[in-house]
C-alpha cells in the first residue's frame, strides 16, 4: 500500500520547551500548514512528502509524528489498552515486522512509561491478531515500526514516529566536550541571535569557548545550506506500511545537491576558540562527521587571548555566540566572575560593532560582561532555566584605529594542524562598580593593617575581612595561596538579587586586590546550622593541601565540608595549649582535627616532641574527623602510642574515664543533635555545667582546664565560678585578624581553688 503524496495528514511535532514558536516558523518554511502549539509540541497538517522534508530538514524538532488517534478521559490500563485496540494497525504495520512502543506520560494508575508502552503494545497486538494478522515481534533496539503514545492529564494521543531516533541527533557528535548542547538547542540559539540572516549576508560567527563545536556546526550548517540529518540512514518512517520510497529519494537528492551547491558558495568564515586540547580534538572530529570540516577554523586559545582573526577586516561585521559556564554550584562561582568579566572586555576590544549573544542559566553573571542586554529569550537547557542574552558591542573609538587582530594564519581548518598559540596578552582590567571599588579598597586597607604583625609573626592563614561593610556580608580568610570566602546568608529583607550581585563584585576584585589565582578561591554560604551541619561534607573533591601554623603542619581542605579543618580564631589558644602541656598529660575532648594536639604535642618548640606533652587523648564521635586527625598526627611525626586518638561521645567518655590529665581543652559544639549521643543532644548553653564538672573530676591537682565555645551570647553558669578558679581570657585569645568580632568565641581558664 503506497500513499500519495498529496494528500494532507495531522502530525505533531515535539521540541524543547522554549521553542515552539520557532518552530511553528520552521514548519511553515517547509511548506506545512502549523496548527495548535502546545508544550513542547506544534501541530501542524501536511502531505507525507512535506512530512518527510521535516525530518530531513528541521533543525528544532526531536520528533515528527503522524497522529492516528486522540481521545480523551483515558486514566486506566484497561482504557489505555481498549483505545490502542480501536485503531487498524494493519494500515500502518507490515506482516512479519517488528514494532516497539514509545510512551510518555502518566496517570493515576499508570505510573512507568514500561507499563504504559507494555499496555499499549498489548493493545496492538490484540487488534492484529483479530484481523487476523499474525502478531508482531517486539524490538526496542531496531525495530521496524514505532508507536508513538502519549498521555498527559487524560489525553491520549497515539500515533506513527516518523523520525526514529530524535532528530537532534545529528550523527556527527560522539565526542561531546564536558558540557555539550544538545543540536536542536544549539540551532534555536542561533534562529534567536539572528544567524541565518546574517550568514546571508556573509557574516562571520565566533565561538570564544566553542568546546566540542556544536554551536559552529549547526552554524555551518546553516550558512551551507546544509539538511541537518542529511547523513541519516534510516527514519523512522522507512519501516512504515504506506512508505513513499519515490518522494524519499527525490527528497533526499534534492538536499544533496543544495548541500553541495551550498558548501561551494559558502564564504562565511566561522571560529571557534577553546583552551582545552581534549575539546578542540573533539569540535574537529564532530566537524569531519558533519561533513563540513572546511567551513570552520579551529585554535587553541583561552580567552584571555581572544583576537579578531587577521583575515576579517576592520570593517566586517558578524555574531559571537557562545555557552559559557553557569556556576551551578557556588563553589564555582569565583572562576566564572573572573570569565565573564574577561569575555565581556575582550569581545568589546576585538569585536566592535558586532553582535554578541551569550546563553546563561544564570543571568546574574551576564552583568559581568559590562555590556546591557537589548532583548532576552528563556530557554532551557535540560532541568536548568536559561536565558539568551542579545547584546549589540558598542562602536569603535572615534579615532577609527583598527581592533586587534590574530596574526594572519594562525587560524586552522577543522582538517589541518593547530598552529603555535600567540603570546597570551593580559586583559585589560575590568571595570569595577563604586561598591566593588570601595570593597577592593578596603581589601587594602586591611592588608596594610596586618601586613607588619603577620611578617613579625610568620602567620600564614588568617582572617581579612568580615563583613567590614554591611553590604558586603562576607568573611574571607587567606590559606597561603588559597583564599576561603564565606557568605553569611542574606536576611529575607534584602533583596537576592542585590545580595547576588555584590557577591559577583566582590569576587570580581578578590583575585585583583589579593593576587590570587581565582581557582584558588573557594565560596560557601554560611547559614544557621542544626545539629552537626557545619560537620555535613559540602563536596567530595578531596582536595587538601598542607599549611603551616608555627611549628605545627596542618592538613587543610576548603571545599569538602563547611569548615576547613583548622578554626582560624583559636590560634593563639593553640599557642597557649603548646605552652601549658610541655611535659604534661594532655587531654583535647571534641578534638575535631586535633589541630590542639598537635601543638600540645610539639611544644614551644621547633617541630619536637622534646619540648611538648608528655601524652595525650584526644577524643571525638566522627570518624571521618578522626581519620583526618590522624593524618596530621602522621604529617607531625606523633607517636601514635603517646598521642592516642578516641571515639566516643565525650560525656560518656568522661563518665568512664579514670586517668587524670594536667591540661585538658574542651571546645564543644554550641548544638549538636547526633544520634551517636548517649542524651542525643548538646546544647553548651544548658549542658556546660554538667560538662566543665566531669572534665575537672579528671583533672590532675593543679591542672588547667581551658573550656571554649563560639555561642554568640553565652553566659557561664555562675556556680561554676563558686566551685572553680575561673578567669574569663576571651579578650587575649584574639590575634590582630580576628579583634574586630570580640563575641566570636568565649575561653575560660578554669582550675581546682587551692585547699584552705
Not at 3 to 11: L, M, N
Not at 17 to 43: I, Q, R, Y
Not at 194 to 220: M, R
Not at 649 to 674: G, H, K, Y
Request: aromatic share 8%; charged share 25%; net charge positive.
Amino acid at each position: 500500500m503506497q500513499a500519495q503524496t498529496h494528500p494532507a495528514f495531522t502530525f505533531l511535532a515535539t521540541c524543547p520547551t522554549g521553542m515552539e514558536l520557532l518552530l511553528v516558523d520552521e514548519l511553515a518554511a517547509l511548506g506545512a500548514t502549523p496548527g495548535k502549539t502546545t508544550v513542547s509540541g506544534v501541530h501542524f497538517e501536511a502531505s507525507v512528502a512535506v512530512a518527510y522534508r521535516a525530518c530531513l530538514w528541521s533543525r528544532l524538532a526531536n520528533r515528527i509524528v503522524l497522529c492516528l488517534a486522540r481521545e480523551d478521559g483515558i486514566e486506566t490500563p484497561e482504557q489505555l489498552r481498549a483505545a490502542s485496540a480501536a485503531i487498524d494497525w494493519r494500515h500502518h504495520l507490515l506482516p512479519g515486522r517488528t514494532l516497539a512502543v514509545g510512551f510518555n506520560g502518566r496517570s493515576d494508575a499508570i505510573r512507568h512509561t514500561g507499563f504504559g508502552a507494555q499496555v499499549v503494545k498489548d493493545g496492538v497486538v490484540d487488534r492484529l491478531q483479530a484481523d487476523g494478522q499474525e502478531r508482531p515481534d517486539v524490538d526496542p533496539q531496531q525495530p521496524d515500526l514505532v508507536i508513538y503514545a502519549s498521555l498527559h492529564r487524560g489525553r491520549l494521543t497515539l500515533g506513527i514516529d516518523f523520525s526514529g531516533e530524535s532528530l537532534h541527533r545529528r550523527g556527527y557528535r560522539r565526542d561531546v566536550g564536558h558540557a555539550p548542547l544538545k543540536e536542536n538547542l544549539a540551532a534555536a540559539l542561533l534562529i534567536r541571535s539572528g544567524w541565518p540572516e546574517l550568514a546571508k549576508q556573509g557574516a562571520a560567527l565566533v565561538d570564544p569557548l566553542c568546546g566540542a563545536g556544536t554551536l559552529l556546526i549547526e552554524g555551518a550548517m546553516m550558512a551551507a545550506d546544509r539538511a541537518p540529518n542529511l547523513q541519516r540512514e534510516r527514519f523512522g518512517f522507512h519501516g512504515w506500511a504506506n512508505h513513499d520510497a519515490d518522494a524519499w529519494r527525490e527528497l533526499k537528492r534534492e538536499a544533496e545537491a543544495r548541500a553541495s551547491i551550498g558548501r561551494k558558495r559558502c564564504r562565511n568564515r566561522i571560529y571557534g576558540f577553546d583552551r582545552s586540547p581534549p575539546a578542540l580534538a573533539a569540535a574537529k572530529a564532530n566537524a569531519m562527521r558533519a561533513g563540513i570540516p572546511a567551513l570552520i577554523q579551529l585554535e587553541g586559545a583561552g580567552l584571555g587571548e581572544l583576537r579578531r582573526p587577521a583575515e576579517l577586516d576592520a570593517t566586517a561585521n558578524g555574531l559571537i555566540l557562545t555557552n559559557p559556564p553557569y556556576g551551578e554550584r557556588l563553589g564555582e562561582l569565583p572562576e566564572l566572575v573572573g570569565l565573564y568579566a574577561t569575555l565581556g572586555e575582550r569581545v568589546k576590544e576585538a569585536f566592535p560593532g558586532w553582535h554578541l549573544a551569550v546563553f546563561t542559566a544564570n543571568p546574574d553573571l551576564g552583568h559581568r560582561l559590562g555590556m546591557r542586554a537589548y532583548k532576552h529569550y528563556s530557554l532551557r537547557n535540560g532541568p536548568l532555566n536559561a536565558r539568551l542574552l542579545l547584546i549589540q558591542v558598542p562602536g569603535s573609538e572615534a579615532s577609527g584605529s583598527a581592533p586587534e587582530s590574530m596574526p594572519r594564519g594562525q587560524a586552522a581548518d577543522a582538517r589541518g594542524k593547530r598552529p603555535e598559540p600567540s603570546a597570551p596578552a593580559a586583559p585589560p582590567p575590568p571595570v569595577r562598580s563604586e561598591g566593588a571599588q570601595m570593597f577592593a579598597n578596603r581589601l587594602e586597607k586591611n592588608q596594610r593593617r596586618l601586613r607588619k604583625w603577620l611578617k613579625r609573626s610568620g602567620v600564614s592563614c588568617y582572617r581579612l575581612y568580615d563583613a567590614d561593610m554591611p553590604e558586603y556580608a562576607l568573611a574571607i580568610d587567606v590559606y597561603g595561596d588559597h583564599v576561603h570566602v564565606q557568605e553569611y546568608a542574606a536576611p529575607r529583607s534584602v533583596n537576592a538579587a542585590q545580595a547576588q550581585r555584590r557577591l559577583h563584585d566582590a569576587l570580581s576584585v578578590i583575585p585583583d586586590a589579593l593576587e590570587v589565582d581565582p581557582a584558588k578561591i573557594v565560596i560557601k554560604r554560611r547559614e544557621r546550622q542544626s545539629g552537626r551541619g557545619q560537620y555535613q561534607r559540602q563536596d567530595s573533591r578531596g582536595e587538601r593541601f598542607e599549611v603551616q601554623e608555627g611549628p605545627a603542619r596542618l592538613w587543610v581542605n576548603l571545599r569538602d565540608y563547611l569548615d576547613t579543618g583548622l578554626f582560624l580564631d583559636h590560634r593563639p589558644v593553640r599557642r597557649r595549649l603548646a605552652e601549658l602541656a610541655a611535659g604534661k598529660r594532655f587531654l583535647n575532648l571534641f578534638c575535631y582535627t586535633a589541630t590542639a594536639t598537635v601543638h600540645a604535642a610539639l611544644g614551644s618548640g621547633k617541630g619536637t616532641e622534646t619540648s611538648g606533652a608528655s601524652d595525650s587523648v584526644s577524643v571525638d564521635m566522627s570518624n571521618t574527623y578522626l581519620d583526618w586527625a590522624q593524618d596530621n598526627f602522621a604529617l607531625n611525626g606523633l607517636d601514635p602510642r603517646r598521642h592516642r586518638l578516641v571515639r566516643d561521645d565525650c560525656f560518656r567518655w568522661l563518665e568512664t574515664a579514670t586517668s587524670q590529665f594536667d591540661v585538658i581543652f574542651m571546645d564543644p559544639p554550641t548544638f549538636s543533635n547526633s544520634k551517636k549521643m548517649t542524651d542525643n543532644t548538646l546544647d553548651v548553653q544548658r549542658d556546660h555545667g554538667r560538662l566543665v564538672r566531669l572534665a575537672m573530676a579528671r583533672l590532675a591537682p593543679g591542672g588547667t582546664l581551658i573550656f571554649s565555645n563560639n555561642q554568640r551570647r553565652f553566659v557561664l553558669d555562675a556556680d561554676l565560678a563558686e566551685e572553680f578558679a575561673v578567669d574569663n581570657i576571651s579578650a587575649d585569645t584574639f590575634d590582630p585578624d580576628f579583634q574586630r568580632r570580640p563575641d566570636l568565641h568565649h575561653c575560660f581558664v578554669i582550675s581546682h581553688r587551692e585547699s584552705k
